[in-house]
C-alpha cells in the first residue's frame, strides 16, 4: 500500500512514474495567469509567519474554514495569527478528498521540508517550523519563486494600472519574467456599481473625455499599447456568461451617458455595449499578437451579506449554469469573418460545458499556431484531481491533447506553484494509464516530449516567450 505523499504520490504504474520522474518534473514553470501582486515580488517580500503566507488573502482556505463552522473573526478578522493558523489546522483533516489537503502538505513538504500531517494537534510545531524557516533570506517572495523553477509569471492588472513594479521588476536581474495581464472588466460592467467612477479613473490614464462607447474603446485601445510596452502577452475577461447583441452604434453611445448618468438599464442595453467592447477588444488582442482568455459561468457573490460585509473575492462565488455556447460561437464567427479572431483560451467554471469547448476548438483552428484555439486548464472549482482528469480526457477525445497550453496557478500565493506538481502528476499518471491498457504505445521518448510540451513548452510558444 502507498504511504501518503510518497515519491509515487498520485502514480500508479511504472509508465506514469517514468514520465513523471524523467520528463515533467523537470520543467520550469509557465504561470501565466495568477493574481500575485507585483510589489511583492520587487520588494521582495518577508513573511513573519504562515498565516501571512497562506490565509492572507487565499479564499480556498477561507471556504474550508467556513465549512468547518470557523467564526469569520478567524479566517477575515481581527484574531490574532497563531489563532487563524491553530482554525485552519482544525480544519484540515476533515477536508479529505479536497484538493487543498494535497496542495497545503505538497507546499509544507517542498517548500519547508516538513513531512508531517497537519492538525490541529501538529499546528504548533508547524508553525515553529514555518516561523524559523520564514525568518531565513531564503524564503523571500523572490526566493520561492526561484525555488519553484518559475520562468515566466503574467500578473492581473488593471488598465489603469501604471506598471511601476512590472517597469522596475524589468530593471533587475531578476530571471522569472514578470509580465503584466490586461484585465479590463470594470470598463465591460456598465451595469455594476462604481461604474461611472471607474470611467472617470480611466479617462485620466487615456488623458481625453469619455462619453461615447467609441470613446471606452479607444480608450482601451491606448492602454492596451502602453501594457504591450511593458511586455504584456494576454488578456483577461471575466464575465458571468458570455453574450451576444449587436446594437447600432447610436445606441451604444446612448447607453454609455445613461449609465454615467446613473440610470437603469435593459439587459438588451447591457449586453449590446459588453459585445462591442469585446469585439473590439479582440480584434486589438489579434493585432497586438496577446493571448484573449475568457472566464466565464461564475456565479458572483450570491451571498449578499457577506459582500456587504467583506465585499468581493472574499471566497463566496460559485459555479453557475449559464448558456454561453451559441454567444461564444457568433463572437469567434464575427472574429473569424474579419481576420481578426484573436490567439483564444476559454475556461467554463462548469465542466458541463466541457465537451462543447473541445468540439468550438476544433471549428476555429488555423495554421498560425498549433492548438490557437485552447480549452483551458480546470478552473478553480474543477482544478481537483476528478476536474483536471475530466478536463484533459475530453481534450483528448475530441481534440488534440499534445497542444495543451497546460497549468497556471490563479492564485495569489507565492506557494501555490505547488498546484504544478499535482496537475503533472496527473496528466502523467493519465498518460501512463493510456499505454498500461494498451491505449498507446509504449514509446516513452515521444510521450515524455508531450508531457515537457503541455508542462512548459506550449505555452512558451503561444505566449510569445
Known sequence: ???????????????????????????????????????????????????????????????????????????????????????????LPRAVGNPMYHWCHLELKNFFGYEGNLSGQTAQEVWELTEKKLAEPAFSARNLIRMSNVAMIGTTDDPCSDLKYHGLLAQTDFAAKVYPSFRPDPALNIHKAGFAQYIAKLEKAAGFKITTAADVAEALSSRMHFFNSMGCRAADHGLDYVMYCILPQKALDAVVQKALAGMALTKEEIEGYQTYLLLHCGREYHKLGWVMQIHFSCMRNPNTAAMAELGPDAGFDCMASTDSCG???????????????????????????????????GAFQSDEIPGKIQHGSAWWFNDHKTGIQDQLTSLANLGILGNFVGMLTDSRSLLSYARHEYFRRILCNLLGTWVENGEYPADINFLGSLVQDICANNAKRYFNL
Open 1 to 91: 500500500m502507498a504511504s501518503f505523499l510518497d515519491n509515487n504520490f498520485l502514480l500508479s504504474n511504472p509508465a506514469a512514474v517514468k514520465l513523471y520522474r524523467e520528463y515533467a518534473a523537470g520543467m520550469p514553470i509557465y504561470d501565466y495567469h495568477c493574481h500575485i501582486d507585483p510589489k511583492d515580488i520587487y520588494k521582495d517580500r518577508r513573511f513573519s509567519n504562515i498565516t501571512r503566507l497562506w490565509l492572507e488573502g487565499d479564499h480556498y482556505k477561507w471556504r474550508i474554514m467556513r465549512s468547518n463552522g470557523v467564526a469569520e473573526k478567524f479566517i477575515t478578522g481581527c484574531a490574532p495569527d497563531r489563532e487563524k493558523f491553530q482554525k485552519f489546522a482544525e480544519a
Open 327 to 361: 454567444a461564444l460561437f457568433a463572437l469567434m464567427d464575427a472574429w473569424e469573418k474579419e481576420n481578426a479572431l484573436p490567439k483564444t483560451i476559454l475556461y467554463s467554471l462548469n465542466p458541463a460545458d466541457n465537451q462543447w469547448i473541445d468540439t468550438l476548438l
